[in-house]
């Protein structure tokens, strides 16, 4: 069984940086991609950056392209997410996802999901 658990959330001012970590466990991650996503108060949970475990090709929304970086340590079997020049409207849980496949954009390819940690932007 897929176990994803994030760490490294936290409270920050805007333009500081943050660096999220998911620790994946339960299989062999060597078919699978993984996702961020995010979930403010209120709205609907979107997607942040995806990766190919094994090619390790990525994509990212548009609002923090440049601002963040997506990344895995095959040998840890972890996750991450570089976040710089953080703004307030990266307020949010963050969501550490899996599937088995090609890399995907929607909420809804992903059955595997961490607990989420929260992120706190303030100005």
């Known amino acids: 069984q897929v176990q994803l658990v994030e760490s490294g959330g936290g409270s920050v001012q805007a333009g500081d940086s943050l660096r999220l970590s998911c620790a994946a466990s339960?299989?062999?991650?060597?078919?699978?991609?993984m996702g961020w996503f995010r979930q403010a108060p209120g709205k609907e949970r979107d997607f942040v950056a995806a990766i190919g475990w094994s090619a390790g090709g990525t994509d990212y929304a548009d609002s923090v392209k440049g601002r963040f970086t997506i990344s895995r340590d095959k040998a840890k079997n972890t996750l991450y997410l570089q976040m710089n020049s953080l703004k307030p409207e990266d307020t949010a849980v963050y969501y550490c996802?899996?599937?088995?496949?090609?890399?995907?954009?929607?909420?809804?390819?992903?059955?595997?999901w961490g607990q989420g940690t929260q992120v706190t932007v303030s100005s």
């Open positions: 996802a899996a599937r088995l496949g090609a890399r995907a954009g929607w909420v809804n390819q992903y059955p595997h």
């Open positions: 339960g299989r062999s991650f060597s078919s699978y991609a």
